[in-house]
């Protein structure tokens, strides 16, 4: 049956052209393959056709202006379109409920029963003890009989019915101050204790050993023994039993170690035997080779550190779109589904970076169950207290339940198992919840007595649940986090847990076992240096076999490769698949696409406009064409897709969504309807620029974090971006991103009216000072497409570490087809665009960068035609790529003072040319002086320093005087500075074009 195909609902748009028809009569197609590409003033989007057949006819060509309903082909065909949609829409929303309905009954928790009957103390608020201990028994009779599913729901039931009858209840965030996991349901260890606490006792050694030693070389050199005195517990349950090494036969899991506490992975590593001693001798020493990073800098360390964590905040944060991309990589079918975990350590100071806690809501919302949080409670920060008047367990317990994740607070150590036991009126946990966080730092620094004191005598019935006790037992009371058992069976949970991520809080002890010098207080964050005094504290508190000499010389300790220690250590870590942390990559290559997909943005638009980021928008289309690069690409937008003229990509490839798409979207039978799909590609991320460069992150590290190549593309308002994101950007260079940064809507003048804090002036001075960050600011298309074209080639087809950041504008206009021979130039940051000659006697030489060149070629016209100054105009792609290479050619040659001197690019691009350099960009003075050095002529910048403001574009740039007319003058005034031209044309010109002399210099407006 034939059918007639036609434009579908393409929204507000009417009479928009046909750029590009994709078929042609005869030919074979599928359903959703594309017909043609359709283009309004602000985006491009293809047509898919609605059901598979073979062309009969087609009704279109380029150029013709189609609007919804207009007859684009005839499909000879077996399928019925409309029904078929109806049809698919329809499985869709019910494959997606089967799945979220089998995922639900999937995770109903099963928990053994566990009874505990605490007495209530008699309380003035309760005016019938009877009644409550009656309501108290019937749940307990319910958990009995019926087990603890039941009661739940029982309760649920209950508090319904309560919120119903207007009652105000309890706030139910939090727990009372005790481990979650009652002693009776603690999965217990299979390890090894006797020989797992020695292993930590010689880890904690030799880290505090590698610190001491680094200081005695110098004390700037810095380092912390205090935090992994602290973690040192939940790294080793980690390293022993959980986390499991990427091999052959596994991607691995994930380890984002809290910065800060690196010493001790090296010295781990050491007795791995994978660090040696002189390694370990070297930390933070890294001029020269063989040092040791101070934190984790996988571009230091390329073959160890995965994740740089320490600018705090960070870490949590990329951890958790880590986990959510390693989801999206397994629904989009690219990698299998290995049960793999992400686990993020973060100190409990660092909670207080908005980074930290700002996306727990998104790893609950999307279900995150590969995502594991430890955050070490130890109570304190760099100065003092993290909540020294609250309790910050309890505060992060609240916002993480309130979130939607699962809690795990590892709070008491098993020494405090046998007296909670006794606790039968409740009181001892009572007294956990009142006293706080700055109390109990108090008390890890004062000792036995003291807490005797200041925790149990509170109280006469605690006093005397203590009272057998001495005060050294007290002391020996220990914390959650430092016992290896509650520690696991945290860690177990978490591993076995479904449905949502779980935060592991543990309580520590920051500075654990450092006796005076540094335990529990408020100094020891930054305690480096350990007196003889200290160290052999340190040593006896952990039974390190050391003689007091060898202390003093502050010798490593390693047994001997056939130790029980060693051997167990390396078995454990055989069992687990290898070695912790470890950076490879396995990931292929990927085939740049064949030229032809660029070449069309090598012709001129003619008469059609269009603007830099709709030509990136095709060509991105284009590359979804492409068998090897389609499937690797990955859009992600932070809720920008229509400034940016994406909408289209919607449909097309659909937005990633883990449970698919549970609703009709309102716009479903548009051409760029809301398609969001379980397999979809973009990451539509809300308005998130940090969440939005977690995943870019994630994505751009994909081949070594999960051995794939993967092609992110980030597109932002450029003002959003290095400035807002600037520390992530860092990370993203240390970590060997590859991928594109896209500043959209870039320069200060092109987005006329959204004012200043949109406009952008300055991102490419910030791109600029990453050191593997290559920047663009393309004009035309076709050097969009030659820049685009090489990034892929680099980045993803010869792997090297870089990443690119290109700015387009939404200015729209005609683009002149590309000079022969321009791609190195363009490459390389500079090319001739054009040569005025109009036989005048003076010459300059006009550079100009993004949109701004546009005027610099007005005004070339102007000051030829009607000023005889002739001009070469260059087309500036990148000042920052030719100040890299002026710095480095200038080096050279002042090392090498008696060699032939060098030439920078620049020098030979201008060698032969005179007149002296008018500069103009949309950007700061300062990002166009950056070549000023490596010029030997006269430099003129025009730029566009000071505040933006709203105005049509016109205005800003005669605002910021880089219009062409105040080109025009300056380059006059310019020319009679240099006394090639007599100032009074300069003057005439300042008139003519009515520039007001008296006005302030911008950076003052
Ligand atoms: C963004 C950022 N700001 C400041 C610091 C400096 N700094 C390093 S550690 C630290 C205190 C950390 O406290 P916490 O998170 O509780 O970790 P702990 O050492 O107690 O485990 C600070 C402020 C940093 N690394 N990153
Ligand atoms: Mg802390």
Not at 314 to 339: C, H, S, T, V, W
Not at 362 to 391: M, S, T, Y
Request: hydrophobic share 35%; charged share 25%; net charge neutral.
């Amino acid at each position: 049956m034939t059918q007639n195909i036609s434009v579908p609902d393409i929204g507000d748009f009417d009479s928009v052209e046909i750029i590009e028809v994709l078929i042609k009569v005869g030919d074979q197609i599928n359903k959703d393959d594309p017909i043609v590409t359709l283009e309004s003033d602000k985006s491009s989007v293809e047509v898919p056709s609605p059901i598979a057949g073979i062309i009969t006819e087609l009704n279109i060509k380029v150029g013709d202006k189609v609007s919804s309903g207009s007859l684009l082909c005839k499909i000879e065909s077996h399928e019925s379109n409309l029904d078929q949609k109806k049809e698919s829409k329809k499985n869709v929303i019910l494959t997606e409920e089967k799945n979220i309905k089998k995922i639900n009954s999937e995770n109903i928790p099963i928990v053994k029963s566990v009874k505990k009957s605490l007495d209530q103390p008699s309380s003035k608020d309760d005016v019938d003890p009877l009644e409550t201990k009656e309501w108290i028994e019937s749940l307990n009779a319910v958990i009995e009989n019926d087990g603890p599913s039941r009661a739940s729901f029982i309760l649920s039931k209950v508090v319904s019915e309560a919120y119903t009858a207007g009652l105000s209840l309890p706030d139910t965030r939090t727990t009372p101050y005790i481990n979650t996991i009652p002693t009776e349901l603690e999965v217990k260890s299979p390890g090894n204790q006797n020989i797992e606490k020695k292993i930590r006792a010689y880890v904690r050694w030799n880290a505090a050993a590698m610190v001491v030693r680094a200081n005695k070389v110098s004390s700037e050199l810095g380092g912390h023994i205090g935090t992994f005195a602290s973690a040192a517990t939940l790294y080793d349950v980690g390293m022993n039993h959980f986390w499991r090494a990427k091999n052959k036969d596994f991607g691995g899991d994930l380890i984002y170690f809290q910065g800060h506490s690196a010493p001790g992975m090296y010295a781990r590593a050491f007795l791995e035997g994978r660090l040696s001693e002189k390694q370990l001798n070297r930390f933070r020493q890294e001029v020269g080779a063989g040092g040791l990073s101070s934190y984790p800098h996988p571009w230091l360390m390329p073959k160890f550190w995965q994740f740089p964590t320490v600018s705090m905040g960070l870490g949590p944060i990329m951890g958790i779109y880590q986990a959510r991309f390693l989801k999206y990589l397994i629904n989009r079918g690219l990698l299998k589904d290995e049960g793999r975990k992400i686990w993020v350590f973060l100190g409990d100071g660092e909670t207080d970076e908005p980074e930290s806690l700002g996306a727990i809501s998104l790893a609950a919302r999307e279900k995150l169950d590969n995502l594991i949080f430890v955050i070490n409670c130890n109570l304190q920060r760099l100065d003092g207290p993290v909540r020294g008047n609250g309790k910050i367990i309890q505060e992060l317990e609240g916002n993480f339940r309130g979130a939607g994740w699962n809690v795990l607070k590892v709070i008491w150590g098993s020494y405090w198992d046998p007296l909670l036991k006794a606790d039968k009126t409740g009181l001892l946990m009572k007294r956990m919840n009142e006293v706080v966080d700055g109390e109990y730092q108090a008390m890890k620094a004062k000792g036995g007595a003291y807490v005797r004191e200041k925790f149990f005598g509170k109280y006469p019935e605690l006093t005397e649940l203590v009272s057998s006790m001495t005060d050294n037992d007290i002391w020996k009371l220990n914390r959650g986090g430092h016992d290896p058992h509650k520690v696991y069976a945290a860690y177990h949970a978490a591993m076995h847990h479904q449905g949502s991520p779980t935060v592991v809080i543990a309580k520590t002890v920051k500075g654990y076992g450092m006796g005076k010098s540094g335990e529990s207080i408020n100094t020891t964050h930054q305690q480096k240096k350990l007196d003889e005094q200290d160290l052999l504290y340190y040593r006896d508190r952990f039974n390190v076999p050391l003689t007091d000499k060898q202390v003093k010389n502050i010798e490593y300790y390693k047994p001997a490769e056939n130790s029980e220690e060693i051997k167990y250590l390396k078995e454990r870590r055989k069992q687990l698949g290898g070695f912790i942390p470890e950076r490879s990559s396995l990931a292929k290559p990927i085939k740049a696409p064949p030229k032809d997909i660029f070449e069309n943005f090598m012709k001129s638009t003619g008469d059609k406009e269009m603007s830099t980021t709709m030509a990136l928008v095709r060509m991105l289309t284009n590359l979804l064409r492409d068998k090897n690069v389609a499937p690797r690409l990955v859009p992600i937008i932070p809720d920008e897709a229509r400034t940016f003229g994406m909408e289209g990509f919607f449909r097309k490839i659909g937005i990633y969504a883990h449970e698919g798409q549970k609703y009709e979207p309102e716009d479903s039978e548009q051409l760029s309807s809301y398609k969001e799909t379980k397999s979809g590609q973009v990451l539509e991320e809300g308005i998130t620029e940090a969440g939005a460069m977690s995943s870019w992150i994630a994505a751009a590290t994909a081949y070594t974090n999960h051995d794939i190549e993967m092609i992110p593309i980030y597109i932002f308002y450029s003002m959003f971006g290095f400035q807002r994101v600037g520390d992530f950007a860092w990370a993203a260079g240390d970590a060997q991103a590859r991928g594109f940064l896209i500043g959209a809507t870039a320069g200060r003048t092109t987005l006329a009216g959204e004012g200043l804090q949109h406009q952008d002036g300055h991102s490419h001075i910030l791109a600029s000072m990453i050191p593997n960050c290559v920047s663009y600011d393309p004009t035309f298309s076709y050097e969009m497409a030659v820049i685009f074209r090489e990034g892929l080639r680099r980045m993803h087809e010869e792997n090297e570490n870089i990443f690119y950041y290109i700015t387009a504008m939404n200015e729209n206009y005609s683009h002149p087809a590309k000079p022969k021979g321009a791609d190195e130039g363009i490459l390389k940051g500079m090319y001739l665009f054009k040569e005025n000659i109009n036989k005048g006697k003076i010459k300059i030489q006009l550079m100009g960068s993004g949109t701004i060149l546009r005027e610099a070629i007005a005004a070339a016209k102007i000051l030829s035609e009607e000023y005889r100054v002739d001009s070469d105009i260059w087309s500036i792609t990148s000042f920052n790529e030719l100040r890299k290479d002026g710095m480095e050619i200038e080096r050279r040659n002042l090392l090498n003072p008696g060699n032939k001197k060098e030439k920078s690019y620049i020098e030979k691009c201008l060698e032969k040319r005179d007149g002296p350099i008018i500069a103009v960009s949309d950007y700061v003075r300062s990002f166009s002086d950056q070549i000023r050095p490596y010029t030997s002529k006269p430099f003129y910048s025009l730029g566009t320093d000071g505040f933006g403001r709203s105005d049509t574009r016109k205005n800003l740039r005669k605002f910021f005087e880089v219009d062409k007319e105040h080109i025009v003058a300056y380059t006059l005034s310019a020319l009679a500075k240099e006394q090639l031209l007599s100032s009074d044309i300069a003057e005439k010109a300042f008139k003519k074009y009515n520039i007001d002399k008296k006005k302030a210099f911008p950076t003052k407006l």
